[in-house]
């Protein structure tokens, strides 16, 4: 069985769409898991009524569970935990699946089992219109992504609405509670670095970027982003020089935002951990001199205006 679980907060608007999309799923044998994490609105009773209007077999399969405000991360580790399926599913509660994406997830899981993470590929959805997604892995791919630190772009195929792991190794590698910007980032390249990581590169999941309340438009200080925690890499950075590559590649692109903000002295000091040696120059640059290479930025869109 696979649960989908679902953190809650504040998406009275949306997650009736989100939950349909569920209910819709071609393959059957799942659970919904919803943590309301300390909603304000009405998005708990939008989800009772839909449980009342199910029929009787289904009650069980879909709970609801309250829990004071702690943010995405502690929601989806809670969620983990009142899973009673052998895989867990994310869902965010305002995204949407089409209705064969917990069917493929199935078949990659049967295809390419004991792997720590499987992803299939996320859209985004704008007025209703959707459009495909990135191509971070070649259009069409299955199976397991062997060169997976050959490109840095690759570790973001894997996203909050669109990735399904085993339900032991969550409880063994849980969300960072203290991020709120990259923590589902954090938690894959913490899971690829333990196993295979799998990817159908076939859009069946959809991000809703005019959803309410999204909390990826707000930028957070630095401790609560991701590049605050690029110590802990220290070990797999080490003995990993293709994941040090692509990683420190990474982190250069979410620390150079902050080098034009308060924090602008903790990213340089974040920085400062990166190594430089086997990465472009023009990254060294940026991070160097920020505020000509936003110059350079800024020449470049002129000439192809």
């Not at 867990?88 to 917990?102: K, Q, R």
Request: hydrophobic fraction near 35%.
């Amino acid at each position: 069985m696979i649960s989908v679980v679902i953190p809650l907060y504040n998406k009275e608007k949306a997650v009736r769409a989100t939950l349909e999309s569920v209910l819709a799923q071609t393959y059957t044998d799942y659970e919904i898991v919803i943590v309301n994490d300390g909603s304000t609105d009405n998005s708990v009773a939008v989800c009772e009524d839909i449980i009342n209007s199910l029929t009787p077999s289904f009650d069980n399969s879909l709970r609801i569970f309250s829990k004071p405000n702690g943010g995405v991360s502690s929601a989806r580790n809670f969620g983990v935990e009142k899973s009673r399926g052998e895989y867990v599913a994310f869902l965010d509660g305002d995204d949407l699946w089409e209705p064969t994406y917990l069917e493929e997830a199935a078949k990659l899981i049967q295809d390419f089992s004991g792997a720590a993470i499987y992803g299939l590929g996320l859209g985004c959805m704008t007025n209703g219109e959707k459009h495909p997604a990135a191509e971070f892995v070649p259009s069409g791919y299955r199976g397991v992504v062997s060169n997976l630190w050959n490109n840095p772009n690759t570790m973001l195929a894997w996203t909050s609405s669109s990735s399904i792991c085993p339900r032991e190794l969550l409880l063994k590698t849980p969300a960072n509670t203290q991020l709120t910007h990259g923590e589902d980032l954090d938690q894959w390249l913490r899971l690829m670095l333990q196993g295979d990581a799998v990817f159908f590169n076939k859009t069946l999941a959809y991000y809703v970027k005019d959803a309410e309340n999204r909390a990826m438009y707000k930028m957070p200080p630095i401790e609560r982003h991701i590049v605050s925690v690029i110590g802990d890499y220290a070990e797999a950075r080490k003995s990993n020089a293709q994941f040090r590559k692509a990683f420190d590649t990474q982190m250069i692109y979410f620390l150079y935002q902050y080098l034009f903000t308060p924090y602008k002295k903790e990213a340089q000091r974040l920085a400062e951990l990166l190594d430089y040696s086997q990465l472009k120059r023009s990254l060294h640059f940026r991070m160097k001199y920020p505020r000509l290479y936003r110059m350079y930025e800024r020449v470049k869109e002129l000439k192809s205006e």
